[in-house]
């Protein structure tokens, strides 16, 4: 018989894609131009031409599509782990990089190598709604707690009352996935302390998985602190595909800690992951396209523009948000607390937004303004429309 789970994760639609779907069938019923999609977070921004250049350059080498050995080139890794020193204050080593199809495979493998059948991985809502699917297919059980309300950083006391001696693994994602919230240094150390008194207690290691793909992604301060940077057991995940606008080519990778308890076991478990899911030698083109590329920063004026844009929208129009440091989403209060219902109502106005339900958290809704600033700007109508129903302006 089909597996039942698989056979639900398939079937069940991802809420981020079912609303971008379902824009696809609406433009073309009412013309793209009165609908103002805000669900899929695709890069609008270009890749920068040295992408180009280096793929180019790679495509002169006969050896380009041989194999390379599972965990990645050995320059890339070199690279990438000088690169995390530099920038974290660590001592990473080349053979603690692990380079992946994404951050979505390093974040797969990190779970399934960290988690044994029955143990549970903690997420803070709101969280990437594939969270709960990786844990389960490692056999995990999945948890989440809160962050604040009010500004969606660190709820230590949400954090103590979830945490058992089950817990293996904690997932944190900044800048956020669909919020677009930072966790500030303040609520990293809370974190660290925290789960440093958690170890102890239980008497076990609890490992951070850091998913940092937004991390370069950020407006309105210097960095985004890292997990790597206050606790020991940290695993970071990054991916290519925001900094340099690459979704399409899945490349990233995975770092353990050089202070990580069992630092060669914990690489070696994460690696066995990857071979049980045949996650091995990711594209050797792109490999080699982010060695040459790794340095560049992305461009993030248009999305800093974007996001003003849309916040000078949601205060013209009286409509409450929390205001987003980083990524390229924004978390709009619903005036009601059933947000699928507050979504279904804005698409009468051709607005497309992401109910938070499947983000772990009620009461919001997600627009994604990683988009054409025109069409943001030629939203407003629509936004003041939704909002007058609603009696907020």
């Known amino acids: 018989m089909i597996p039942s789970d698989t056979l639900g994760w398939?079937?069940?639609?991802?809420?981020?894609?079912?609303?971008?779907?379902?824009?696809?069938?609406?433009?073309?019923?009412?013309?793209?131009?009165?609908?103002?999609?805000?669900?899929?977070?695709?890069?609008?921004?270009?890749?920068?031409?040295?992408?180009k250049d280096a793929i180019l350059k790679a495509l002169e080498d006969p050896t380009l599509h041989d194999y390379t050995v599972a965990p990645g080139r050995p320059g890339l890794r070199k690279a990438i782990?000088?690169?995390?020193?530099?920038?974290?204050?660590?001592?990473?080593?080349?053979?603690?990089?692990?380079?992946?199809?994404?951050?979505?495979?390093?974040?797969?493998?990190s779970i399934k190598g960290l988690l044994?059948?029955?143990?549970?991985?903690?997420?803070?809502?709101?969280?990437?709604?594939?969270?709960?699917?990786?844990?389960?297919t490692a056999g995990g059980v999945f948890k989440f707690c809160s962050l604040r309300r009010e500004d969606l950083q660190m709820d230590v006391e949400a954090l103590e009352a979830v945490l058992t001696e089950k817990t293996a693994v904690v997932l944190v994602n900044s800048p956020n996935n669909p919020s677009?919230?930072?966790?500030?240094?303040?609520?990293?150390?809370?974190?660290?302390?925290?789960?440093?008194?958690?170890?102890?207690?239980?008497?076990?290691?609890?490992?951070?998985?850091?998913?940092?793909?937004?991390?370069?992604?950020?407006?309105?301060?210097s960095d985004v602190p890292s997990p790597i940077q206050f606790y020991d057991n940290t695993v970071v995940c990054y991916s290519y595909s925001k900094s340099l606008s690459l979704p399409g080519e899945r490349i990233g990778y995975y770092a353990v800690s050089d202070?990580?308890?069992?630092?060669?076991?914990?690489?070696?478990?994460?690696?066995?992951?990857a071979r049980s899911y045949g996650y091995v030698n990711p594209p050797s083109l792109m490999q080699r396209v982010i060695e040459a590329c790794l340095n560049l920063k992305p461009d993030i004026r248009t999305y800093k523009e974007n996001r003003d844009i849309l916040c000078g929208i949601l205060d013209e129009v009286k409509m409450p948000y929390i205001h987003?440091?980083?990524?390229?989403?924004?978390?709009?209060?619903?005036?009601?607390?059933?947000?699928?219902?507050?979504?279904?109502?804005?698409?009468?106005?051709?607005?497309?937004?992401?109910?938070?339900?499947?983000?772990?958290?009620?009461?919001?809704?997600?627009?994604?303004?990683?988009?054409?600033?025109e069409m943001i700007r030629r939203s407003l109508p629509a936004f003041r429309e939704l909002s007058r129903e609603y009696g907020l302006c």
């Open 324 to 373: 987003p440091d980083g990524a390229f989403y924004l978390f709009i209060r619903c005036p009601i607390p059933d947000a699928k219902e507050f979504c279904e109502h804005a698409r009468k106005y051709g607005l497309l937004l992401v109910p938070s339900n499947d983000f772990g958290i009620t009461g919001y809704a997600r627009a994604a303004y990683c988009v054409n600033g």
């Open 259 to 273: 202070r990580a308890t069992d630092r060669e076991k914990v690489f070696a478990s994460l690696a066995g992951a």
């Open 10 to 51: 398939g079937t069940a639609r991802n809420c981020i894609r079912e609303v971008y779907e379902y824009g696809i069938r609406l433009k073309a019923e009412i013309g793209a131009d009165k609908v103002f999609d805000f669900s899929l977070g695709n890069p609008s921004v270009p890749a920068p031409p040295q992408v």
């Open 180 to 221: 677009g919230a930072v966790l500030n240094e303040e609520s990293l150390r809370k974190l660290a302390d925290c789960l440093y008194k958690a170890q102890e207690r239980f008497g076990h290691p609890i490992y951070i998985i850091s998913d940092e793909p937004y991390r370069e992604l950020v407006y309105d301060m």
């Open 81 to 109: 782990s000088d690169q995390l020193n530099a920038r974290c204050g660590v001592h990473t080593l080349p053979e603690d990089i692990y380079v992946t199809c994404g951050a979505s495979a390093a974040v797969t493998c």
């Open 116 to 136: 044994k059948p029955g143990e549970e991985a903690v997420a803070f809502a709101p969280h990437y709604p594939e969270y709960p699917v990786f844990t389960r």
